[in-house]
């Protein structure tokens, strides 16, 4: 509110007061009892009516006990509410500028007038856009209803809280809309029609974008951007809504973000760019899990697939080899043909994983379906290996073109000597194997009894052997991932050998990793904002990651170090400071990804034009009036005029605040304007009068 200022003096008023001695309704129905007799009385020609009708009267004057009151009132001042929006769309140009001009004329208004005063309140922004109302409805609660001069709105007219029915804001005073901004300038923008907020992994999703520009028509470029990776131009028709399919490549937080170039007039490229954030989902997760011979580990691998309820697992066991001859009936068997050209040809990209667990190379499969396997996983799947004895020798896969995605090369070597099973330096950073139960560098696990030698030809090697020997490896094959383990008895941890060991959690990552699930990459670049802060982590194979680097939503670009987590080594964190709204693009390395400060697509920022209609409504309803000021220092303001409650409340070129006339009684003086004892003797006078003259 402005500073107090003086009010003018205390003012004394003279007015006629009644104090009747009875009820208003008994003095009228007497009065009109006495009349109506008089009016008999008349009309059988009695003289005396008219002294009759005059003692009436006075009896009736005498009944309603007229007096003169003298009051000294002090008035009191009216109230004005200005209201200034101060959300992120006010910076646009001078707009924030003419705000403040026009409160100052409101504030100069207040000083020179002492029956004027000011209650001052801003409107910001919030995650659901400019909370106007907000500040209407706090200033109208300090604000006497019967005092209220008028509310001014200084506003671009981006309001996201009106109410639905104008006559919700009940107040008896004007609302003057002055609105900021240029109204004849144009800008483009890039508008999110329909967006989907969930899709699953590895198929696309569609959203619906549009260009506005209202200074052209044709076509205009638009970048698209995959986790603030490099941008893909395509143009797009002005004004048309176009269809865009993106995949959701990975489970959890999608981001694709689209930018329009800049047009011929622009107010800000702000709203030129939007985004959309689409949550992955993972289908039903299928699994071929192929047996080359049944053994102890068999049920050990069916139970972990099968305790996941959203794995549908497809299991097969070869339990009589083509080569295999025996004089039992295959009905008694009760045994089905593997289906090869089934499996391998026709559905082989329909399984998220293949495991192939103890196989051995026979006659059931030509070299030509190994190759099909190959390339599905160099075209994005997912192969397991668990390695047995016949890896080592003649039927081993590494003699199929399998060996292609496979990481490790057999030596043709057997060790059956128990041993604990070790993370590697690699291993202990690993997402897949760090932190492990019972892990570190001298893990309390159960030993296996056997392991296959080998040589690592590329990826990482995870677990090893005491003596260096490669027990588990996982490797990247073009799109595509593969792991071996080269021992076939992980199932003792299972079944509590020696204490067993994380048997579910390690092969449950494994298959994860496989299936590319993020949270499992060995390089991972992740932030996200909150309580006004950016937090960054970064997961690395390297003793150091990368610079990393911030550009932030107005183009500004930091450097930003990052420190290493105690006790969990390869993991560094940074925590930035950060305000305002948009996408802030993180790159580490080869790694980018975005975070997005307060709401994605904020509203504030999808329509930065001025506009009236949204508070016209509020306008008219209440007598108010719309005044678009520009922008700058050198607004076109409205005047100020104090008005009559009855009068108009806007001109063209001024707007009224209105007079309400309120005051205080501070002393009253009360004076009877009959005497009594002159009352008494003219009513008897007037009786006197009426008989006499009746008598003669």
Same mark, same amino acid.
């Given at each position: 509110?402005?500073?107090?200022?003086?009010?003018?003096?205390? $003012?004394?008023?003279? =007015?006629?007061? %009644?104090?009747?001695?009875?009820?208003?309704?008994?003095?009228?129905?007497?009065?009109?009892?006495?009349?109506?007799?008089?009016? =008999?009385?008349?009309?059988?020609?009695?003289?005396?009516?008219?002294?009759?009708?005059?003692?009436?009267?006075?009896?009736?004057?005498?009944?309603?006990?007229?007096?003169?009151?003298?009051?000294?009132?002090?008035?009191?001042?009216?109230?004005?509410?200005?209201?200034?929006?101060?959300?992120?769309? *006010?910076?646009?140009?001078?707009?924030?500028?003419?705000?403040?001009?026009?409160?100052?004329?409101?504030?100069?208004?207040?000083?020179?007038?002492?029956?004027?005063?000011?209650?001052?309140?801003?409107?910001?922004?919030?995650?659901?856009?400019?909370?106007?109302?907000?500040?209407?409805?706090?200033?109208?609660?300090?604000? @006497?209803?019967?005092?209220?001069?008028?509310?001014?709105?200084?506003?671009?007219?981006?309001?996201?809280?009106?109410?639905?029915?104008?006559?919700?804001?009940?107040?008896?005073?004007?609302? +003057? +809309?002055?609105?900021?901004?240029?109204?004849?300038?144009?800008?483009?923008?890039?508008?999110?029609?329909?967006?989907?907020?969930?899709?699953?992994?590895?198929?696309?999703?569609?959203?619906?974008?549009?260009?506005?520009?209202?200074?052209?028509?044709?076509?205009?470029?638009?970048?698209?951007?995959?986790?603030?990776?490099?941008?893909?131009?395509?143009?797009?028709?002005?004004?048309?809504?176009?269809?865009?399919?993106?995949?959701?490549?990975?489970?959890?937080?999608?981001?694709?973000?689209?930018?329009?170039?800049?047009?011929?007039?622009?107010?800000?490229?702000?709203?030129?760019?939007?985004?959309?954030?689409?949550?992955?989902?993972?289908?039903?997760?299928?699994?071929?899990?192929?047996?080359?011979?049944?053994?102890?580990?068999?049920?050990?691998?069916?139970?972990?697939?099968?305790?996941?309820?959203?794995?549908?697992?497809? +299991?097969?066991?070869?339990?009589?080899?083509?080569?295999?001859?025996?004089?039992?009936?295959?009905?008694?068997?009760?045994?089905?043909?593997?289906?090869?050209?089934?499996?391998?040809?026709?559905?082989?990209?329909?399984?998220?994983?293949?495991?192939?667990?103890?196989?051995?190379?026979?006659?059931?499969?030509?070299?030509?379906?190994?190759?099909?396997?190959?390339?599905?996983?160099?075209?994005?799947?997912?192969?397991?290996?668990?390695?047995?004895?016949?890896?080592?020798?003649? @039927?081993?896969?590494?003699?199929? @073109?399998?060996?292609?995605?496979?990481?490790?090369?057999?030596?043709?070597?057997?060790?059956?000597? @128990? %041993?604990?099973?070790?993370?590697?330096?690699?291993?202990?950073?690993?997402?897949?194997? =760090?932190?492990?139960?019972?892990?570190?560098?001298?893990?309390?696990?159960?030993?296996?009894?056997? +392991?296959?030698?080998?040589?690592?030809?590329?990826?990482?090697?995870?677990?090893?052997?005491?003596?260096?020997?490669?027990?588990?490896?996982?490797?990247?094959?073009?799109?595509?991932?593969? $792991?071996?383990? *080269?021992?076939?008895?992980?199932?003792?941890?299972?079944?509590?050998?020696?204490?067993?060991?994380?048997?579910?959690?390690? %092969?449950?990552?494994?298959?994860?990793?496989?299936?590319?699930?993020?949270?499992?990459?060995?390089?991972?670049?992740?932030?996200?904002?909150?309580?006004?802060?950016?937090?960054?982590?970064?997961?690395?194979?390297?003793?150091?990651?990368?610079?990393?680097?911030?550009?932030?939503?107005?183009?500004?670009?930091?450097?930003?170090?990052?420190?290493?987590?105690?006790?969990?080594?390869?993991?560094?964190?940074?925590?930035?400071?950060?305000?305002?709204?948009?996408?802030?693009?993180?790159?580490?390395?080869?790694?980018?990804?975005?975070?997005?400060?307060?709401?994605?697509?904020?509203?504030?920022?999808?329509?930065?034009?001025?506009?009236?209609?949204?508070?016209?409504?509020?306008?008219?309803?209440?007598?108010?009036?719309?005044?678009?000021?520009?922008?700058?220092?050198?607004?076109?303001?409205?005047?100020?005029?104090?008005?009559?409650?009855?009068?108009?409340?806007?001109?063209?070129?001024?707007?009224?605040?209105?007079?309400?006339?309120?005051?205080?009684?501070?002393?009253?003086?009360?004076?009877?304007?009959?005497?009594?004892?002159?009352?008494?003797?003219?009513?008897?006078?007037?009786?006197?009068?009426?008989?006499?003259?009746?008598?003669?």
């Amino acid at each position: 509110m402005s500073a107090p200022v003086s009010l003018p003096l205390s $003012a004394t008023v003279s =007015a006629l007061d %009644f104090a009747p001695l009875l009820p208003w309704t008994v003095i009228g129905g007497l009065t009109g009892i006495a009349l109506l007799a008089i009016a =008999a009385g008349g009309a059988q020609k009695l003289s005396g009516w008219i002294w009759r009708t005059l003692a009436v009267g006075l009896i009736a004057l005498v009944l309603a006990n007229p007096s003169l009151v003298e009051e000294e009132r002090d008035p009191l001042p009216d109230v004005a509410v200005l209201v200034t929006d101060t959300s992120a769309s *006010m910076t646009v140009g001078g707009r924030r500028e003419a705000a403040e001009e026009m409160a100052q004329a409101l504030r100069r208004e207040a000083e020179n007038d002492p029956l004027l005063d000011l209650i001052e309140v801003e409107a910001g922004e919030t995650a659901d856009g400019t909370m106007l109302f907000d500040g209407v409805n706090a200033a109208l609660a300090s604000a @006497p209803p019967d005092r209220l001069a008028g509310v001014v709105l200084v506003t671009d007219g981006q309001v996201h809280d009106a109410p639905l029915d104008a006559d919700a804001i009940n107040v008896d005073a004007p609302i +003057h +809309h002055v609105m900021t901004g240029d109204r004849s300038a144009g800008d483009r923008r890039l508008v999110i029609e329909e967006a989907p907020r969930y899709g699953i992994v590895g198929q696309t999703v569609a959203f619906v974008i549009r260009v506005e520009d209202d200074a052209m028509q044709g076509t205009a470029a638009v970048a698209f951007r995959f986790e603030g990776g490099d941008p893909q131009v395509f143009p797009i028709e002005i004004g048309r809504s176009t269809r865009v399919e993106v995949p959701v490549e990975r489970r959890g937080q999608n981001v694709i973000e689209a930018e329009v170039e800049a047009g011929p007039q622009e107010l800000s490229l702000i709203n030129n760019r939007a985004a959309v954030s689409v949550s992955g989902v993972r289908d039903r997760l299928r699994v071929l899990l192929v047996t080359g011979e049944p053994h102890n580990g068999a049920r050990a691998w069916r139970d972990l697939l099968k305790s996941d309820p959203s794995v549908d697992l497809v +299991h097969f066991t070869i339990l009589r080899p083509p080569d295999r001859r025996d004089s039992t009936p295959v009905d008694e068997l009760a045994l089905i043909g593997f289906p090869v050209q089934e499996l391998f040809v026709e559905r082989l990209s329909e399984f998220d994983l293949v495991i192939f667990d103890r196989y051995r190379r026979r006659n059931i499969m030509p070299p030509l379906y190994f190759d099909y396997i190959a390339r599905y996983v160099e075209n994005g799947g997912a192969l397991l290996v668990t390695a047995g004895p016949p890896f080592a020798g003649a @039927p081993s896969l590494y003699r199929t @073109p399998l060996a292609a995605v496979l990481p490790v090369r057999p030596t043709g070597y057997i060790t059956e000597t @128990p %041993f604990t099973p070790e993370p590697t330096d690699t291993g202990l950073r690993h997402p897949v194997t =760090a932190g492990l139960a019972g892990g570190g560098e001298t893990p309390q696990w159960g030993r296996w009894l056997r +392991h296959i030698h080998g040589t690592a030809l590329g990826g990482e090697t995870l677990l090893q052997t005491p003596d260096g020997n490669p027990l588990l490896v996982v490797q990247r094959s073009g799109q595509g991932r593969a $792991a071996i383990v *080269m021992s076939d008895q992980t199932w003792l941890w299972s079944r509590g050998f020696e204490g067993g060991g994380p048997y579910a959690e390690m %092969f449950r990552r494994v298959a994860h990793w496989l299936m590319r699930e993020p949270e499992l990459d060995e390089e991972r670049l992740t932030a996200f904002a909150t309580d006004g802060e950016l937090q960054i982590n970064r997961v690395t194979l390297a003793d150091t990651p990368p610079p990393l680097q911030l550009t932030w939503p107005d183009g500004r670009q930091d450097v930003v170090t990052m420190t290493e987590a105690e006790g969990e080594p390869g993991h560094f964190a940074a925590r930035v400071p950060a305000s305002g709204s948009g996408l802030v693009r993180l790159r580490s390395g080869d790694l980018t990804t975005v975070a997005a400060l307060g709401p994605i697509n904020p509203l504030e920022y999808a329509d930065l034009r001025p506009i009236a209609d949204v508070l016209d409504p509020f306008v008219e309803a209440t007598g108010g009036g719309l005044f678009a000021i520009g922008d700058g220092p050198d607004a076109a303001l409205p005047g100020l005029r104090r008005t009559r409650a009855s009068a108009d409340q806007a001109g063209r070129s001024w707007l009224g605040l209105q007079r309400n006339e309120r005051y205080v009684v501070r002393a009253s003086t009360r004076i009877p304007l009959l005497p009594g004892l002159l009352l008494v003797m003219l009513i008897l006078t007037m009786l006197g009068l009426g008989w006499w003259r009746e008598g003669r």
